[in-house]
């Protein structure tokens, strides 16, 4: 292999596990301007009842908006379905307990 190769497949490599495990960034930029008074006010207002940037929430607002759907999966669905489950609290319950033997202090 010629030493060019060798170079840019290196470079390559090392391109490629920096980004392993990372999020996916967004190539694309938008400035938006003239946004009327009222409409900034209720996205801050929701970025701060949802504990999100204001970015996140426009963001979330506009795949809402054009997509229909949410990036994030929704589970309240799943609210007051729990089932209490004897062998499920029983296992919780023997997890929970402390082995003094295993915490010897020196």
């Not at 990372?22 to 209720?42: C, N, S």
Request: hydrophobic fraction near 40%; charged fraction near 25%; glycine fraction near 4%.
């Amino acid at each position: 292999m010629s030493r060019r190769l060798v170079s840019f497949l290196a470079t390559r490599a090392c391109t490629l596990c920096y980004h392993v495990g990372m999020r996916k960034q967004a190539v694309l930029q938008y400035t938006i301007r003239g946004v009327p008074p009222e409409v900034d006010r209720a996205l801050r207002q929701r970025a701060f009842r949802r504990k999100m940037s204001l970015n996140q929430v426009v963001l979330d607002e506009l795949i809402q908006a054009t997509v229909g759907r949410t990036r994030k999966a929704i589970f309240s669905d799943l609210v007051g379905r729990w089932t209490p489950d004897a062998a499920y609290d029983k296992i919780v319950t023997m997890q929970r307990q402390i082995d003094w033997d295993k915490w010897i202090v020196t």
